[in-house]
């Protein structure tokens, strides 16, 4: 291990001046990699701008939301599940501007956790870090089950549990590669999924409107069996679906940590990657709908043995069964990018945990080039716990995954508005000018209260199909598990460490933030003397 792993002091290392008022980044040091990047307090600053974005999206943008969809559709009808990823979709658009604000100013490992401690109460960070991981820990157990519906398709020879280790092996060693690598990878693979889901978006038109099978549908589903199902119960479970698909999109404010220039590239990436989103979930959402009807057996339930995407049912239909493998690879390949994800934000969630003693320093150790190897082993390996859908059932996994995941992310974009809320004040009352702030959120204070109440409704309702047609213990404690554990671990580590909200006179406004254009000034003089190429500008234009 000693020899894998470098001591801080044998990382080259370069010492910053930086100049601006209240930078508060006066002789601060930096690791320099061998690739010439510079390491920030352990993590590789090697992602740029067009990495940002595509992780973002690829991140979100899943294997599952293809016969996820379905779900939706299912449980809420095609105008329900519309309704629920517009509503969410707002939600996500307010949380990013919260988180847009602070992280382009603290840039930060950690990025939003580490800003409530700061901002709010430091046993607020311990709880806010955990729900996170934990989150992400929980989206890596679904990708994993979502390998063995997608492989599920083709043969059912191999057991679920040997997809998921076959599987859990490959993951294992791409994430090892180093950031550069994986950012590079992960671009690649999120514009391939790109490219499948406008390829799928004109599959649907196709299949609509029967230049595929012959037969036109249109709207037929929205009249029959209808355009809303299961009433407030469909919604709930749309709602937490949601919530998990959309989850990802504020990985930026982790990313920060390892972006080149986050002054420039986090804005630059929550603007463009919310609009792709919301556009392609409802885009998918909205053709879903429109392809097979809400109460089609086929489609992927709780219930269910198992699930097919709704495009792979609809090619059925319309008598071309052979193109639904087409529709499998594609969600193979979807994984890959999504995954890729999954493990990034995980393990640099439990890195933090880590590096201020809230986890065993172990998790806290980096290769010499800034790889987070343990913390990536440790968290891979947990998504082996999707192992337990061998008994009880890919579908029903399924259904238990978006229910502790949907939680979770409610209440993390939740208290991301409370922490922003507390900035905002703070930045305030110390004396500086909200003009100074490098990146302003849209519609403050409503847009945080916004945030704040939506997301701490749509915990409380999370559960609300448990107490429907008898009290349903099993689904209770699966959706409201998370929010115990949350007040346990905020109580806990209250009580132990006695802390206490910080007075927001009190709050540290200058640790962390960056002259970050000097930081990355050598990129930005070597594009002003040299230009830019145009075959790059048009790179840039469509992926970045």
């Known amino acids: ?143 994993f089950n979502a390998s063995s519906i997608i492989m599920g398709y083709w043969t059912n020879a191999v057991p679920t549990y040997g997809w998921i280790l076959i599987w859990w092996a490959f993951y294992q060693a791409t994430t090892l590669l180093g950031v550069v690598v994986w950012g590079e990878m992960e671009f690649y693979f999120a514009c391939w999924k790109l490219l499948c889901i406008l390829g799928g978006f004109l599959c649907a038109i196709l299949l609509n409107t029967g230049a595929i099978g012959g037969e036109y549908i249109g709207f037929r589903y929205w009249r029959d069996p209808g355009p809303i199902a299961n009433g407030i119960n469909g919604f709930g479970q749309s709602f937490l679906l949601a919530a998990v698909y959309y989850c990802g999109t504020e990985m930026l404010a982790l990313t920060a940590a390892e972006s080149k220039n986050p002054g420039k590239d986090v804005p630059n990436a929550i603007r463009q990657t919310f609009w792709r989103i919301l556009i392609i979930f409802m885009g998918l959402v909205f053709f879903a709908g429109i392809l097979v009807p809400s109460n089609s057996p086929d489609l992927l ?40 994800s999954a493990l990034y934000v995980a393990s640099r969630s439990l890195v933090s945990l880590a590096a201020r003693g809230r986890a065993p320093k172990i998790f806290a150790k980096t290769s010499k080039n800034g790889t987070p190897v343990i913390a990536l082993v440790f968290c891979n390996a947990l998504g082996l716990l999707s192992m337990l859908n061998y008994k009880a059932g890919p579908a029903k996994v399924f259904t238990y995954l978006v229910s502790i995941s949907g939680s979770a992310t409610y209440i993390a974009w939740a208290f991301i508005g409370v922490t922003h809320l507390r900035f905002r004040k703070a930045w305030v009352l110390q004396g500086n000018q909200v003009e100074d702030l490098p990146y302003k959120a849209l519609f403050y204070p409503y847009g945080t209260w916004f945030v704040i109440a939506i997301n701490s409704f749509l915990t409380l309702i999370a559960g609300y199909s448990v107490f429907i047609g008898g009290f349903d213990a099993v689904g209770f404690v699966v959706n409201y598990i998370v929010v115990a554990v949350f007040v346990v671990l905020y109580a806990g580590w209250k009580i132990i460490k006695r802390t206490k909200i910080v007075p927001l006179a009190d709050i540290d406004l200058m640790t962390g933030r960056r002259d970050l254009g000097q930081l990355a000034g050598y990129s930005s003089d070597q594009e002003s003397k040299h230009g830019v190429s145009w075959y790059i500008k048009l790179k840039r234009f469509i992926f970045s």
Request: proline residues 4%; aromatic residues 12%.
């Open 301 to 340: 339930t709780a219930s269910s043995k198992s699930g097919l995407s709704p495009w792979t049912i609809a090619f059925k239909n319309a008598g071309a069964p052979q193109l639904g493998h087409v529709v499998n690879v594609v969600m193979i390949t979807a994984q890959l990018s999504s995954m890729n």
């Open 1 to 143: 291990m000693s020899a894998q792993y470098e001591e801080d002091k044998a990382v080259p290392r370069v010492t910053s001046s930086l100049s601006g008022s209240g930078s508060g980044a006066e002789g601060l040091s930096y690791g320099v990699a061998d690739n010439g990047n510079i390491i920030d307090d352990g993590l590789q600053r090697g992602l740029k701008n067009r990495h940002l974005v595509m992780i973002s999206f690829g991140g979100v943008v899943g294997a599952s939301i293809w016969y996820g969809t379905g779900f939706a559709v299912a449980y809420s009808g095609p105008v329900g599940a519309l309704i629920c990823f517009f509503i969410v979709g707002v939600d996500v658009y307010f949380v990013m501007q919260c988180l847009g604000e602070m992280s382009t100013l603290y840039p930060i490992p950690g990025g939003f956790i580490e800003l409530a401690g700061r901002f709010v109460d430091p046993a607020l960070a311990f709880s806010v870090g955990y729900n996170y991981w934990y989150l992400w820990v929980t989206n890596v157990a679904g990708d």
